[in-house]
């Protein structure tokens, strides 16, 4: 150490580290300890691995933290040893810097314990939602005793935390820096730039190139305490302003906007706590239950396929299993992005402009397809091709019911191809035995499967042969999307539980293909196929579908009942007049004749795109403009009152 302690900016940035560490792990012992609500097997083997996976776990997220704020002291200290000059000022602004920043963390990491206690969640934006009332917030601190303990612990470890820093710093003041010749100056550099790098890798948490890290990236089983443990409230509470929607504009009036919804969606009994609730009856009682395995396709619009228009015979198989099953041929997506895919498809809500429900610091839970089949008995697992912190899908689906995530780490190194992982047929034949297993327990699952190859960067397997070896690899890759899906089916035919299965296509959205709007219609206009050759005869459906309709219109099919406390409904026995999707700064409102979009700043266009007519006809027809927006904006807006007050989670279901 002393030799290190020559070298000012090493030496100090590796003490301060070293402390700051001891201090955040201080304070996740003491949240460890005060959690009353541990499991009565805590204490078995089994168990004993999991706070170690949290502590180790909320290391990663400590370095984030630590590495945020020693990044300029340490670029500071490094040129004053390279440039060989030594200033006492830059030193107290580096020693002011680093006491009331990491100061400041150590006040969040104290009140996260007692708010994480009451709201099982770590600290976050929405704590400040009384700030309008700061004398009542004040007392109701000041009234509660327990609360006492956890100041004393605070001004405790900020008084030792001050002391041991101020005499680091003056460990170092006596030091002086001596003349460097240009090659000790060469190496400094390189080794400062080197050092430099490595608090930058820490700052993303990760090494992956796909994402940094998130918050859902502690979320590595099943229980929600030990998930949250290893999460540093600094970090939870940056990530929650970053995502949080409270950017969004008011669309509507609350009142007036869930009045609609419930109206829309037929609620007639109306629950305070859940507004969306209500209760779904089967006349008939289900001896064996179905297992359901839900593809969300990469990518894959509608205009790919013949069915729709398409000329390239890309999607041979995917065609076929829309003409022998139930085939929604007005379904959109309600989103552009993955993420809009997965959670709408999954949980049954619509998209909010660039909200990000998966990111949201807060890890909402719904009462989504995982939730309910859960419920019912059914094992639920997620099949994905690659990196499962991407888009924090991984947490945010352990948050919500699955029990199991399959993701990139989970393969063969060799199999993997790209930064996406493995191809979609290998993520399929890998979940055979899993399946299997179940199947051989008696236990009926859901598994949903993400593909991912019908994205860049496109790389095609070496053993499949397109058709047509003249067309793009970009059309090339939607063959192989359909081989694959070919694939999974071949695969389920010959396992036992093939006959007591249905199998759901939808796409996540799909392409900007041939856009003439500026909302590509696109990009949202979906398959969403449903395909049970045993017990569901080929049928058409036409009316508008969303893509949050999928879970409740599963629900139908399994014919079990359930308590939806979506915004989604089966379609096959409810009708929508419209559907409606965002695009970040969009919304696109549709029905049989004309396309409406909104612009998130007011303005508005009309477009009767049943003739591809290019005319802005609002001046025209500006009732059903105003019906169309009334219908989207009352969903959208009833969405956002409901994840910002809580209530889009139903606990007694």
């Known amino acids: 150490m002393k030799r290190i302690d020559k070298i000012l900016p090493i030496g100090l940035t590796l003490r301060v580290y070293l402390l700051v560490l001891a201090v955040y792990t201080l304070f996740r012992v003491i949240l460890f300890c005060t959690y009353t609500y541990h499991e009565p097997n805590f204490g078995s083997q089994v168990r004993l691995s999991l706070p170690c996976q949290s502590f180790l776990m909320g290391l990663r997220f400590d370095l984030v933290i630590t590495g945020y704020i020693m990044f300029f002291p340490f670029l500071a200290l490094s040129v004053m040893h390279i440039v060989g000059k030594f200033s006492r000022i830059a030193l107290k602004i580096t020693q002011i810097w680093i006491s009331v920043l990491f100061g400041l963390t150590f006040v969040v990491s104290a009140t996260d314990i007692p708010y994480f206690n009451q709201f099982f969640a770590r600290f976050s934006v929405t704590a400040f939602q009384w700030m309008d009332s700061p004398l009542f917030l004040f007392k109701m601190i000041a009234q509660e005793p327990r609360y006492y303990v956890y100041f004393f612990v605070l001004l405790a470890i900020l008084v030792l935390f001050f002391i041991i820093l101020n005499r680091q710093f003056k460990h170092f003041q006596g030091i002086r820096f001596e003349k460097s010749t240009i090659k000790t100056k060469l190496i400094l550099s390189g080794s400062y730039v080197l050092i430099l790098g490595l608090i930058f890798v820490s700052m993303r948490g990760r090494i992956a190139a796909k994402s940094p890290i998130h918050t859902g990236t502690a979320y590595f089983c099943n229980d929600p305490f030990f998930n949250q443990l290893g999460l540093n ?23 007036d906007a869930l009045r609609l919804t419930q109206s829309f969606l037929g609620i007639d009994t109306l629950f305070e706590q859940s507004p969306l609730k209500r209760y779904i009856e089967t006349q008939s009682q289900i001896k064996h239950k179905k297992n359901v395995i ?9 205009a790919r396929m013949s069915r729709f228009g398409n000329t390239q015979n890309l999607t041979p198989f995917l ?26 498809t999954l949980c049954s809500f619509v998209a909010l402009f660039d909200y990000h429900p998966m990111l949201d610091a807060s890890m909402l839970r719904y009462n989504g397809i995982a939730n309910t089949l859960k419920k019912n008995g059914y094992s639920t697992l997620f099949f994905t091709t690659h990196d499962g912190q991407f888009d924090n899908v991984e947490g945010f689906l352990y948050a919500n019911d699955f029990q199991q995530v399959i993701s990139q780490k989970d393969y063969p190194a060799k199999e993997i191809l790209s930064t996406l992982g493995v191809p979609d047929d290998y993520m399929f034949r890998f979940s055979m035995p899993l399946l299997n297993d179940l199947h051989q327990k008696n236990q009926p699952f859901l598994a949903v499967f993400m593909t991912a190859s019908n994205h860049g960067p496109i790389i095609l397997p070496n053993y499949f042969v397109p058709q047509n070896k003249d067309l793009p690899q970009t059309e090339q890759i939607v063959e192989y999307s359909d081989w694959a899906i070919r694939q999974l089916i071949t695969l389920s035919l010959e396992q036992n539980w093939f006959e007591n299965t249905i199998f759901v296509f939808i796409a996540d959205h799909g392409a900007a293909l041939s856009p003439i709007y500026e909302m590509s219609l696109n990009y949202n206009h979906t398959p969403f196929i449903i395909y049970a050759p045993n017990f569901l005869k080929p049928q058409i459906f036409t009316q508008p579908t969303m893509q949050m309709d999928v879970f409740p219109t599963i629900m139908g099919v399994l014919n ?19 559907a409606f999707f965002c695009a970040d700064d969009k919304t696109g409102v549709i029905d049989s004749t004309y396309f409406l979009i909104i612009r998130k700043t007011g303005e508005t266009l009309l477009y009767n795109y049943a003739e591809k007519s290019t005319e802005n006809v609002i001046s025209q027809f500006p009732q059903k403009a105003d019906s169309m927006r009334t219908y989207a904006y009352s969903y959208m807006q009833t969405f956002f009152d409901l994840t910002k007050n809580k209530k889009q989670f139903c606990v007694e279901n």
Do not use: C
């Open 560 to 578: 079990l009942p359930y308590t939806n406390n979506t915004m989604g409904v089966d379609v096959l026995k409810t009708k929508r007049p419209y």
């Open 233 to 255: 409230p600094t970090f939870t509470l940056m990530d929650s302003f970053s995502t949080s929607s409270s950017e969004n504009p008011k669309l509507m009036q609350s009142a």
């Open 294 to 302: 839900l593809v969300i396709m990469e990518s894959m619009s509608a």
């Open 319 to 344: 065609d076929s299993l829309a003409r022998n099953g139930y085939s929604f041929d007005n379904t959109w997506t309600a989103g552009i992005h993955t993420y809009n895919g997965i959670f709408s």
